[in-house]
């Protein structure tokens, strides 16, 4: 890069070294502060890592492997008796549930905003989406116990008990009694509060796609359908596959919502409409209360659900490299 200034024109060649090593000095140090920086984050990484490994020990010696496929949870029995089995159940059941609506109903906002609505109109609706991002999720919490909950339990529940009943599989997926506390109920809250990161993401990706490749695919009779499926999607599957991958890892830690409307039951049943927990909801409801073995099993849970999330992300990762390998990127 040359370096050209009045001033370092009329300096001397003794001044302009001392302004060049200035430059240079500052180069270094801007270097080694961004540098350190980013080693920061490997060592907190690392440092969360050990500190759950050190508490877990306990419970991992105690139970072993055994502690994934052991239902009962009895932190009281004497020994204490600890599996992780539905805590898990729970967090993989409720994250799927949640992007099965999230994903669908995210992609429809995105393409009516950059496609089908009206200027006047995406305002509005760019600024609920935004707003929905914001609310804390102890809000979420507190609306799905109070309203959402007895809602579904009075209308939504009962038809879906009545329509599927006697119904080979899907009738001990939707069987009854209703609950304001169910797995259903968490899955819903979930997807409601991942639904802002797949539109924003979504929306941000497809305002990226050349105009003349729409315009192109307009040009030879295609519809709005046909375009969006056949340009847009094809064109941003990276950068939506990216925003889904975003969303399923908030949808497997969020807590405080799911806490509150789950059921907190430890209990493995088919029907969705069953109370149930997810390993952040046992955490954040029996933490404040345990010690020993007890305490450890939980450390242990939160150990599991990091190693799960941190699947689940390389998942996406090696699926965003194999897209753009495929692509020819």
């Not at 599927?164 to 809250?189: E, M, W």
């Not at 830690?253 to 039951?265: D, K, L, P, R």
Request: with cysteine; proline share 6%; net charge neutral.
């Amino acid at each position: 890069m040359t370096v050209e200034s009045d001033a370092m024109d009329a300096a001397g060649p003794y001044d302009r070294a001392r302004a060049l090593s200035a430059f240079k000095l500052g180069d270094v140090t801007f270097y080694w502060i961004t540098r350190a920086c980013a080693i920061s984050v490997l060592l907190i990484l690392g440092g969360i890592i050990l500190s759950l490994i050190v508490g877990a020990l306990p419970a991992m010696r105690e139970y072993g492997v055994a502690f994934l496929w052991t239902q009962r949870w009895a932190p009281s029995a004497d020994p204490p008796v600890l599996g992780a089995l539905g805590p898990i159940y729970g967090t993989l059941i409720t994250s799927v549930i949640a992007m099965m609506i999230a994903i669908p109903v995210g992609l429809g906002i995105a393409v009516f905003l950059t496609e089908i609505c009206p200027i006047w109109l995406r305002r509005p609706i760019g600024l609920a989406v935004e707003l929905l991002a914001g609310i804390p999720s102890i809000i979420y919490g507190m609306w799905g116990f109070f309203v959402l909950g007895p809602f579904l339990a009075n209308t939504f529940q009962p038809f879906m008990i009545s329509l599927f009943d006697g119904v080979p599989v899907l009738g001990a997926i939707f069987a009854g009694p209703p609950s304001y506390l169910s797995l259903f109920n968490a899955s819903l809250i979930l997807a409601i509060m991942v639904l802002p990161f797949i539109t924003a993401i979504s929306v941000d990706v497809f305002k990226t796609v050349p105009p003349v490749l729409k315009e192109a695919a307009y040009g030879v009779g295609c519809t709005t359908w046909e375009v969006v499926r056949n340009v847009v999607i094809p064109y941003t599957r990276v950068g939506v596959i990216g925003g889904i991958m975003l969303a399923l890892g908030r949808a497997l830690g969020e807590t405080m919502a799911v806490t509150f409307i789950i059921g907190n039951s430890f209990k493995i049943q088919s029907s969705i409409f069953a109370p149930g927990t997810t390993i952040s909801a046992a955490i954040a409801s029996e933490f404040a209360e345990s010690d020993g073995l007890h305490q450890s099993g939980l450390i242990l849970l939160g150990l599991l659900l990091f190693v799960l999330t941190f699947f689940v992300l390389a998942a996406a990762r090696l699926m965003l490299m194999r897209l753009e390998k495929k692509a020819g990127n």
